[in-house]
């Protein structure tokens, strides 16, 4: 180490500290319900410290021998006197690069980004912006070269000729307040090239976790407690009443914990979590963690004081926010009028970060930490807020945002059957149902989704058919836009052309320069589920059970024709009148073909197809203009009747398909629901 420490140029920033929160034995049991109760006040913070009951003391086994002293770990090296003031790759002197290795790391995937509260950079952007791989070391060996590291980068000068003295020099150790300022004089005013190493994003699912996992076992000894609590992050995002519990799939860093062992200085740039997620993160053992966090509504404010104090930066790589390189002082920050509050993480403490809240910070020493996404169902509304932006960014998303939401949606409305119907009153279901209502956060989310989805399929072509989209059209493979990378799972444009490629429905006529009807669009619900869907979530009862029912298969096809009729009765919802500047199409009575649906077509494995209908402009769709033939997997266009029925059919399980839908307009592809569409792998 030929950098020492200035202790008369320390830039400490003058900012206000996150709130502190100790719960209750009690109120540490439930954690979603606890981070419910704090998050009214700890929202406009950004980031907020949970320190557990000093009861909660769960053991770790990265300290077990055979993982300190034997499993390695890669390390990143990183620049510190760089991240801030450098020049842009394109101005830089060559002369001036060092010659690292190359990074040897696998890319990163769609599947992960910039989650876990603390990521420090995709491994595609290593040699660019100077973080390249280090060595690899064991805990132990790191340990020893981060305690060397801080020893002799801040020791004092000491006189051998007064002896206590220098017994007590060689005591001394830096404050984190000493160690703060001495940061932000590196990273503003840098003198010096300071180097360190970090271990990031180290997947636990390979290293191990520093919580207990439960084995097949029960052992009786307190490592089962900890195993299943639910701040263990190897549980924390498929807790029930998390929506991430529906996806199936375990993504690293959002739905599997990532591991973090820092050393003094080594740090996390400003970001955000993917997808606008919550971030859980526990520090195992070590020396403290100093994070800076800004609130949610003031991210736009801290985008542009980075644009405005970085412009060449921005200029050469728009997108520089994405890639977890840069930090700016939270004292400049200050001085543009964003908002920006200190958390000091300890061993044992928890940080908690919010939706869209941009976060930064740096390690005192060496440390530990281990940090996982999670959803609680207040995130929905920020997720949609976050697909639609990386849809107009044109960037990959990391999960599928209506996964989530429809798996949410059905989970409620099962909860309200159990409540309303079978009085099953459980902490499950009472948890899902506040979150529903008129006025709940998932029944406005769903609305919000569903109006959404409206205004898109209002804005296909007139002549465009539409086709039920299989339950499992996104199940073994993901589905994204040609061009934002947009998620399919509710939606899809495909054609004859490119059986492998889609488009969302803001981007069907870039899609290929195919005829319409050699085109088609796949939806897994149509306006009206949606709207059916939305008034289960408010409380119809009869939505609740034609929903709840057919979810679990209780109902019969005689059953859901009653279900069917009056709710087509009691709403207008059949009632469209097509966005500008489409023509006014609706179908006509007066079609009698049926269609089967389970005749083999091209795109069978994508969707079922239905066959054109004859379309007159100005037309009403009435409840009378359809017929459900559950039994035979037949959607009839006439009058829908009740009709007595032998047992098979009465036992036949229902398939509620789409109405024949493909050549009258977009808010006239109107049916009930689906029972494929609702299927649990949807």
């Not at 526990?282 to 949610?296: A, L, R």
């Not at 649906?597 to 100005?618: D, K, M, R, W």
């Not at 359809?626 to 398939?655: F, K, P, W, Y």
């Amino acid at each position: 180490v030929s950098t020492r420490w200035d202790p008369n140029e320390p830039c400490r920033p003058n900012i206000d500290d996150a709130p502190v929160f100790y719960p209750t034995i009690e109120e540490f049991e439930d954690t979603l319900a606890y981070i419910e109760k704090i998050r009214a006040e700890a929202q406009s913070f950004g980031i907020c410290r949970i320190v557990p009951p000093p009861s909660w003391t769960p053991p770790c086994p990265l300290k077990e021998k055979d993982i300190w002293e034997h499993a390695k770990f890669s390390t990143r090296i990183q620049q510190v006197d760089l991240l801030q003031n450098r020049e842009p790759m394109r101005k830089k002197n060559r002369s001036r690069k060092r010659k690292r290795r190359r990074h040897s790391r696998m890319g990163a995937t769609r599947r992960r980004s910039n989650s876990s509260s603390e990521s420090v950079v995709t491994s595609e952007t290593d040699e660019k912006f100077g973080f390249n791989s280090g060595s690899e070391f064991t805990l132990e060996e790191f340990q020893r070269y981060a305690d060397e590291f801080k020893k002799m980068y801040f020791q004092r000068d000491c006189s051998e000729d007064l002896e206590p003295s220098m017994i007590e020099c060689r005591k001394w150790e830096p404050s984190w307040e000493d160690i703060e300022g001495e940061y932000w004089r590196i990273v503003e005013q840098p003198k010096d090239e300071v180097e360190v190493y970090y271990g990031a994003d180290l997947e636990t699912g390979t290293f191990g976790s520093g919580f207990p996992k439960l084995s097949s076992v029960l052992t009786g000894n307190d490592a089962d407690k900890y195993a299943t609590s639910g701040w263990n992050l190897n549980n924390f995002p498929r807790l029930q009443g998390s929506v991430l519990s529906f996806e199936g799939c375990d993504i690293s860093g959002v739905l599997v914990p990532w591991l973090y062992v820092g050393m003094c200085f080594s740090s996390f740039c400003w970001h955000v979590e993917d997808h606008h997620l919550y971030s859980l993160n526990y520090m195992h053992f070590g020396d403290p963690k100093i994070w800076y966090g800004v609130p949610g509504n003031q991210a736009t404010s801290l985008e542009a004081a980075m644009r405005k104090h970085l412009p060449d930066l921005f200029e050469e790589q728009p997108d520089l926010l994405n890639e977890l390189v840069t930090q700016l002082s939270p004292s400049v920050l200050k001085a543009e009028g964003v908002p920006v509050y200190r958390a000091v993480q300890h061993s044992g403490e928890f940080v908690l970060t919010f939706p869209r809240a941009y976060h930064a910070g740096f390690n005192c020493g060496f440390n530990c930490a281990e940090a996982v996404n999670v959803a609680p169902v207040d995130w929905l509304e920020h997720g949609q807020l976050a697909v639609e932006l990386y849809s107009e960014q044109h960037r990959k998303t990391s999960l599928s945002h209506d996964k989530l939401l429809l798996g949410s949606a059905r989970q409620a409305i099962q909860a309200l059957r159990e409540l309303h119907v079978l009085g099953r009153e459980t902490p499950g279901n009472s948890r899902w149902k506040r979150v529903c209502g008129k006025d709940g956060i998932l029944t406005m989310a769903v609305r919000m989704r569903k109006q959404m989805e409206e205004e898109r399929v209002n804005c296909l072509p007139p002549d465009m058919p539409v086709r039920k989209m299989e339950k499992d059209f996104d199940l073994e493979s993901e589905r994204e836009c040609f061009s934002c990378f947009y998620d399919l799972h509710l939606s899809a444009c495909c054609c004859k052309c490119s059986p492998e490629r889609f488009a969302c429905l803001k981007h069907v006529k870039n899609f290929c320069s195919c005829q319409d009807e050699d085109r088609f669009v796949l939806l897994r619900y149509t306006v009206d589920e949606l709207q059916m869907l939305v008034e289960a979530l408010e409380g119809g009862l009869d939505a609740v059970k034609l929903w709840a029912s057919k979810d679990v298969g209780l109902v019969s096809g005689i059953d859901c024709d009653v279900y069917l009729s009056k709710w087509v009765q009691d709403s207008e919802v059949l009632k469209f009148e097509p966005a500008q500047p489409r023509e006014s199409f609706s179908c006509s009575s007066r079609v009698e073909e049926k269609v089967d649906i389970n005749t083999p077509y091209l795109y069978g494995h994508f969707s079922s197809e239905v066959s054109p209908s004859e379309c007159q402009p100005a037309t009403k769709l009435k409840a009378s203009h359809v017929t459900l033939d559950s039994h035979n997997n037949v959607v009839n266009v006439g009058v829908l009747v009740m009709e007595n029925r032998t047992n098979s059919e009465q036992e036949a399980c229902i398939d509620l398909n789409l109405d024949i839908v493909s050549d009258y307009p977009a808010t006239a592809r109107k049916s009930i629901c689906d029972s494929d569409s609702s299927s649990n792998h949807s």
